[in-house]
């Protein structure tokens, strides 16, 4: 098609495709009216081009341009920052496409192009991501190359192909400065504005239906890659926020407790020692299993640990964070707890939930008769055992009391739902107790790594009972246990189960589209662990690694790597001489071989000139013939308007010529 719409033509067409490349991305970002008024400058300007017409002048396109910066400010409720100004450059790159004059306006274009290009990672900065910049990229340098060429002009597969080449050049280059030039905390840009988005995860509070909703969201949340055997799948608890105050609908973390000192705890059991890919959330969570032994700091965000072993940092993690840790899968945490500081876990809103109350103390009893706390457990675990209560992510609405109509009325929810209402019930009875979210499972890939996502989301129960401390209680696990064996598919109705699957939630897919999917998930994985999670404290461990060779082989690698780099050159170098491609190379192979003969060219002679003065020194006619027309040929060539196709015909002719003037 771009063959028959002329040179000026087939070269604006090919920049709006770019800009249209670059633009794409942001399309899922920009507001619906701002993404169309994007995409007509663009569209009216190709139009413009295959038809010949006139492009507006200043006076329409001002006005235009006036008009989108008021739209971005009703929008975005300014013009400074990093979403108004990321639709401020959309918006002028495309009115740029309708002002394109000259050179200089096609330089310009290209320009905001690439900064514009750069934004995008603002939202994606994944495998996928990179592979469209890169294609993006080369039609970028594809265009503006061809406003380069003179009247000749090869085909564009030999453009790209000749990018190409470039790329293989630069593109080693970039991965060496990748990987050795110091890198800095944080991006270039200064503060990041990623914690002020709405991302999907976990919030400080819970509520029946808050982690329901992440049942469906395949977002990746960590990777972990474990020294040790992984724990089993039952054992998977990773430990987010410990809720302790409850107000009759939903449990907040609270104030922290007055008391200080030292957490009691002792670590027993086996050891877990892992390495976390943790994908930035915009909270300040850091997830361990329960219950962590120790956690690598941090570079440029300490984090701090709460006497409910929460790990919390100091600034919200907007970007990958990548941390060793190492985990005790059996524990007793604070095992001495005084009445006075076993009452802030016993406190429930007056006059909320009366009948779970009063049933929560007459299951127990009192005096003589009063279960063991142990017992007491027991009974509520096989009350939701043997009642009808029913796993869902769409429980019904409850009513009033909510933990009074989910116990004796609904009987079917999610998680929070079986968290909640127990843990009332443990204080109803006048044990204490609290709520923990966090993660629960994880899939594990054939590598040896697990990954967990936003649908792994949980909360269980901790109880505190005399001489063992807290203790994890799922009541979950009472009413689908296959839920902490397996996964959440296992516990889900089959329709539900089978409707997960499919979009690719869970790893029991099965066949080709399960083993597509994991291998995906390795090279994700590859990615963000090596170039994604490429912080300054890994650059650091990889140079201290690369000190702590010896100077000998650090020299020899180096000689080697000069060596190969030496025959890389010589065989390139070699290679071109051989096949004597271009015009230019072979006027030189001919210059050359005249003067070995004796009859160098001058520095001012052109090809005319030097041809009459060979005819004046040449003996034999047959290569006086021959030099002269491989001259004249050469100049029509050079200098001429010929055609790449004449041009190829014309080095085969002179190449022969070549041979017949020696």
């Not at 469209?132 to 090869?154: C, D, E, K, N, P």
């Not at 630069?170 to 110091?182: D, E, K, Q, R, T």
């Not at 957490?263 to 086996?270: E, N, S």
Request: proline residues 6%; hydrophobic residues 45%.
């Amino acid at each position: 098609m771009m063959r028959h719409l002329g040179r000026e033509k087939a070269d604006i067409v090919l920049l709006l495709l770019a800009a249209a490349m670059v633009l794409a991305p942001h399309a899922l970002h920009l507001p619906a009216w701002l993404s169309a008024a994007v995409a007509a400058p663009l569209l009216w300007r190709a139009v413009i081009t295959v038809r010949g017409l006139r492009q507006p002048p200043l006076p329409v396109l001002l006005p235009l341009a006036l008009l989108g910066i008021g739209g971005v400010y009703l929008s975005y409720g300014s013009l400074l920052g990093r979403d108004p100004g990321v639709a401020m450059l959309a918006l002028l790159l495309s009115l740029k496409s309708l002002e394109m004059h000259g050179r200089r306006d096609i330089f310009v274009f290209v320009f905001l192009s690439f900064f514009l290009l750069l934004a995008s990672f603002f939202h994606a900065q994944g495998i996928a991501a990179a592979v469209w910049m890169l294609a993006t990229i080369v039609m970028l340098l594809a265009g503006l190359l061809s406003s380069r060429y003179g009247a000749v002009q090869a085909p564009l597969w030999q453009r790209l192909r000749l990018l190409g080449q470039m790329l293989a050049i630069v593109i080693p280059l970039s991965v060496l400065l990748f990987f050795a030039v110091p890198r800095i905390s944080g991006p270039l840009w200064g503060a990041s504005h990623a914690g002020a988005q709405a991302r999907t995860g976990l919030s400080d509070s819970m509520a029946p239906g808050a982690i329901a909703s992440l049942a469906l969201s395949g977002e990746t949340v960590l990777t972990a890659r474990f020294s040790t055997p992984i724990p089993p799948q039952d054992q998977l608890y990773w430990r987010g926020l410990v809720l302790n105050d409850y107000d009759g609908t939903s449990w907040t973390r609270g104030p922290e407790p007055a008391e200080g000192g030292k957490t009691d705890i002792v670590l027993d059991g086996a050891r877990s020692d892992y390495t976390v890919n943790l994908q930035p959330s915009g909270q300040r969570r850091i997830l361990v299993l329960d219950l962590p032994r120790s956690i690598e700091r941090l570079a440029g965000n300490p984090y701090l640990v709460s006497p409910a072993l929460e790990v919390s940092t100091v600034r919200p993690i907007d970007a990958p964070v990548r941390y060793r840790a190492s985990s005790a899968m059996g524990y007793r945490l604070q095992t001495k707890l005084t009445a006075a500081q076993q009452r802030r876990w016993l406190q429930l809103p007056a006059g909320v939930n009366p009948r779970s109350r009063a049933w929560a103390r007459q299951l127990r009893g009192s005096g003589a008769q009063q279960l063991a706390p142990e017992a007491a457990i027991a009974a509520v675990l096989t009350y939701f055992r043997q009642a009808p209560f029913r796993y869902t992510l769409q429980p019904p609405l409850l009513d009033g009391d909510g933990v009074d109509d989910f116990l004796f009325h609904t009987q079917a929810g999610f998680c929070e739902h079986y968290a909640g209402s127990f843990t009332v019930l443990m204080r109803a009875m006048g044990i204490p107790a609290r709520v923990v979210t966090g993660y629960q499972g994880g899939e594990r890939h054939a590598d040896g790594s697990l990954s967990l996502r936003q649908s792994d989301a949980h909360a269980w129960s901790e109880v505190w009972l005399a001489g063992r401390g807290w203790v994890r209680i799922d009541p979950t696990s009472a009413v689908a246990p296959l839920r902490t064996e397996r996964n959440l598919a296992a516990a889900l109705p089959p329709a539900v189960a089978s409707w997960r699957t499919l979009i690719g939630l869970d790893g029991d897919s099965g066949g080709t589209v399960d083993a597509w999917r994991s291998q995906w998930q390795r090279v994700e994985q590859g990615w963000k662990s090596w170039v994604l999670d490429y912080t300054p404290q890994r650059q650091r461990d990889a140079l201290a690694a690369a000190r702590s060779l010896s100077p000998t082989t650090i020299a020899l690698a180096c000689a080697v790597l000069a060596a190969l780099a030496a025959v890389a050159g010589w065989l390139i170098h070699r290679k071109h001489a051989q096949s004597g491609d271009g015009l230019d190379t072979l006027y030189a192979q001919f210059c050359r071989q005249q003067a070995r003969r004796g009859c160098s060219r001058a520095p001012h002679e052109g090809p005319h000139s030097y041809a009459a003065r060979l005819a004046s020194i040449t003996a034999r006619p047959e290569a006086h013939a021959a030099m002269a027309r491989f001259l004249a040929i050469y100049a029509a060539m050079k200098y001429g308007n010929a055609s790449v196709d004449e041009q190829t015909r014309a080095q085969a002719t002179l190449r022969r010529l070549l041979t017949q003037c020696r």
